[in-house]
């Protein structure tokens, strides 16, 4: 199973980014898919989560600025970023989990966002 993470860059505080990470090899259907980061120094840190079909779940900091999606065949997941702050730049990795089976992550795209 391999998950593909793409879509990061630099981008001014305010703007918009959005992140996609798609999956491939997996025979299964993933029941969580999520995105993660981990700024230089600090710990990884849960960013937003689906946990098919519907349930999401979001990080305080990012509730209401981002939006996480998915397509209809659950093997991506995008991530829209909104109103960026500088406290937003960090390595974002996406994650995938298929129950008794195993937890997958991707390369990880750098988002950097300019004051």
């Known amino acids: 199973v391999q998950l593909q993470a793409s879509g990061g860059g630099l981008v001014q505080a305010g703007g918009s980014l959005r992140l996609s990470c798609a999956a491939s090899?997996?025979?299964?259907?993933?029941?969580?898919m999520g995105w993660y980061r981990q700024a230089p120094g600090k710990e990884r840190e849960l960013v937003a989560s689906?946990?098919?079909?519907?349930?999401?779940d979001y990080a305080n900091s990012v509730r209401g600025r981002f939006t996480i999606s998915t397509d209809k065949l659950k093997k991506t997941i995008y991530l829209q970023m909104n109103s960026v702050r500088p406290e937003d730049t960090a390595v974002y990795y996406c994650?995938?989990?298929?129950?008794?089976?195993?937890?997958?992550w991707g390369q990880g795209t750098l988002v950097t966002v300019s004051s």
């Open positions: 994650k995938a989990e298929k129950r008794w089976v195993g937890v997958y």
């Open positions: 090899g997996n025979r299964f259907s993933f029941n969580t």
């Open positions: 689906i946990t098919f079909p519907v349930y999401t």
